[in-house]
């Protein structure tokens, strides 16, 4: 979800690519992933990534078919892996779960009745991050050169946590939580068509006339990924609230009510659990002759998924002058 309330708040505005040519972008790995991996399995074929024993890597399909439009661009991505969930991510990580669990019922019916459409749709929102995905997508990555961070939890946290500290441009994600973790810039509608949005934290906050930790407090009155809200709490009441009393605890006192764990979830997003020394090489250099026999010889992907991706590698290295590309 990511708090999606917070885009009422948040300072968005259309960038061209062409501003971002150049950059190093912190991607949230599981939030690119999955929507690549939903869109590979709702569109194309299961025989295309399925291997002999039945076990499904749309993943790599996506991955090919997604990485060239950071190189097309010049922008150098790093891909950010989540750690373990926080324990306060129980409840939202169970209601997936069984979210997941219900379309799932719902797809055993759409085959039954032979539906194809329904079958498509169903299967892309079934989808999970298996071992095998996390595992070959590490791979196909590394064959590849883009730099990978495992994160020791949250990886939009981490994400935000180097890009405050100067080692990337922007945080790529779809969350708006990007903001509650601290930000500063962050892309969204990297795996859509057309130009990315640019969410500004600083501009969010004086469009407020707020701090960061107002924002958070604010945000948690809402409701999170981590809380429930008040009730019949949105936005504007939020922030009216939060200016009024000053801060999380003055506005639960003045209106009689608590929030389970508010200071836990207030520490994660402020004080997040992130790895303070991560390294990383950005100059990269592609191999694509040994991932695209990996993708396509070790695993079995159909060759016509994934060749006009490695072909845009190719040439988006020539183009950008990267000749060392190979």
Request: glycine letters at 8%; aromatic letters at 8%.
């Amino acid at each position: 979800m990511g708090n999606a309330a917070l885009r009422d708040l948040a300072a968005i505005e259309t960038v061209p690519f062409a501003d971002l040519e150049g950059s190093v972008v912190a991607v949230d790995a599981h939030n690119w992933l999955y929507r690549y991996l939903t869109t590979t399995v709702r569109f194309t074929p299961d025989e295309a990534y399925t291997t002999g024993d039945g076990t499904e890597v749309a993943n790599l399909v996506g991955i090919v078919q997604g990485l060239p439009k950071f190189f097309e661009h010049g922008i150098t991505p790093v891909f950010v892996f989540d750690g373990g969930p926080s324990e306060l991510k129980t409840e939202e990580v169970e209601r997936r779960r069984e979210q997941r669990e219900h379309y799932e019922e719902q797809l055993e019916e759409a085959r039954e009745e032979g539906d194809d459409v329904r079958v498509a749709t169903l299967e892309s929102r079934t989808q999970r991050l298996t071992d095998v995905i996390q595992e070959t997508s590490r791979e196909v990555l590394r064959l590849l050169d883009v730099p990978v961070i495992e994160a020791p939890a949250e990886g939009e946290a981490q994400a935000a946590h180097v890009a405050r500290h100067g080692s990337v441009d922007y945080v790529g994600t779809e969350d708006y939580d990007a903001l509650l973790f601290g930000a500063p810039l962050t892309l969204r509608q990297l795996t859509s068509k057309g130009d990315p949005e640019l969410m500004d934290l600083d501009a969010t906050l004086d469009d407020h006339g707020i701090t960061y930790e107002q924002l958070v407090d604010a945000a948690i009155l809402i409701g999170t990924d981590f809380n429930d809200g008040i009730s019949g709490v949105g936005p504007k009441t939020a922030i009216s609230e939060i200016k009024e009393h000053g801060d999380l605890w003055s506005v639960l006192e003045a209106r009689g009510d608590t929030i389970p764990d508010a200071d836990l979830v207030r520490t994660l997003f402020l004080d997040p659990n992130v790895d303070e020394d991560v390294a990383f090489d950005d100059d990269i250099t592609p191999d694509v002759d040994a991932a695209r026999e990996y993708v396509v010889e070790e695993w079995g992907v159909h060759d016509d998924e994934v060749e006009r991706g490695f072909e845009r590698i190719r040439k988006s290295a020539v183009q950008t002058g990267l000749d060392r590309w190979t």
